[in-house]
């Protein structure tokens, strides 16, 4: 890829700053991968502003993510990791600092049960205007369609993990889910280059790219030609809503370049 002027919302990735607590998960750790480290790896990809998510190996520490915000500047926000014990105050304090959503991981190191997620997202949102990130397999969805469909705003990880099989997720996707187009080397799904454009035109609000930065346990990192595989997959004409403008809406970020 061609250093490019256009600009880019990086919609996903992680910060590991060892200064900060971190948590063996599964006996895995992540290596270093600070703010500066980001902005070093992604300096000449035109991006202007992203979203830092909290994993698994951070727990519920905010620590790290109001201070990765504070170096990465206007355009970044956070989605962090809560237990549904956290108060109203803690939650508007991390919404000033840059927290835009929740993240509910359902493959590991979750923090609030299945059972009380719909309750805990429409508190957020009440609260702060939060929306819910699920890292999901599109497998689980029929499960949570119902729950999906009454949350005021849901996004899910890495195109839903693997096939769409049961259809569950492109119709979610025109009801209003939000899918990130992140975490190729991670992913099963056959043909994601389709299942983008699909995505795509099922509902133009719905697709938004990330990095998936530093790609933690994937088996093909992040490399800057995916950022041309999105492009190519949903055409020029929908590239600056995908990769700009749509994550932009969601998490209520100002355009800053």
């Known amino acids: 890829m061609q250093p490019t002027d256009n600009a880019v919302f990086d919609a996903h990735f992680h910060i590991v700053d060892p200064a900060f607590p971190l948590i063996p998960n599964n006996g895995y750790l992540?290596?270093?991968f600070t703010?500066?480290?980001?902005?070093?790896?992604?300096?000449?990809?035109g991006i202007t502003g992203g979203t830092v998510?909290?994993?698994s190996f951070q727990g519920t520490?905010?620590?790290?993510?109001?201070?990765?915000?504070?170096?990465?500047?206007?355009?970044?926000?956070?989605?962090?990791?809560?237990?549904a014990d956290v108060t109203d105050d803690e939650i508007t304090r991390l919404d000033a600092a840059g927290v835009r959503a929740v993240r509910f991981n359902l493959y590991r190191g979750?923090?609030?049960?299945?059972?009380?997620?719909?309750?805990?997202?429409?508190r957020v949102h009440d609260v702060a205007g939060w929306h819910s990130e699920l890292y999901v397999d599109a497998a689980d969805l029929p499960d949570l369609k119902s729950t999906l469909r009454r949350l005021p705003q849901a996004?899910?990880?890495?195109?839903?993990?693997?096939?769409?099989?049961?259809?569950?997720?492109?119709?979610?996707?025109?009801?209003?889910?939000?899918?990130?187009?992140?975490?190729?080397?991670?992913?099963?799904?056959?043909?994601?280059?389709?299942?983008?454009?699909?995505?795509?035109r099922a509902n133009p609000n719905a697709l938004i790219f990330g990095s998936d930065l530093p790609s933690t346990r994937?088996?093909?990192?992040?490399?800057?030609?995916?950022?041309?595989?999105?492009?190519?997959?949903?055409?020029d004409a929908r590239a600056d809503a995908v990769l700009v403008e749509n994550a932009r809406r969601l998490y209520r970020v100002a355009d800053v370049s």
């Open 30 to 32: 992540p290596d270093a």
């Open 218 to 235: 994937a088996t093909v990192p992040f490399a800057d030609t995916d950022l041309d595989r999105v492009r190519e997959a949903v055409g």
């Open 53 to 55: 998510v909290s994993g």
């Open 110 to 122: 979750a923090t609030i049960e299945l059972s009380d997620m719909e309750q805990f997202a429409n």
């Open 61 to 83: 520490d905010q620590s790290y993510l109001v201070a990765a915000l504070e170096r990465l500047g206007p355009g970044f926000v956070g989605v962090t990791q809560l237990t």
């Open 155 to 200: 996004s899910v990880d890495h195109l839903g993990m693997s096939d769409d099989a049961t259809g569950t997720l492109l119709s979610l996707v025109e009801a209003g889910l939000v899918v990130k187009a992140t975490g190729f080397g991670r992913m099963s799904v056959s043909d994601p280059d389709a299942l983008m454009a699909t995505i795509d």
């Open 35 to 45: 703010a500066d480290d980001y902005l070093q790896r992604t300096r000449h990809l």
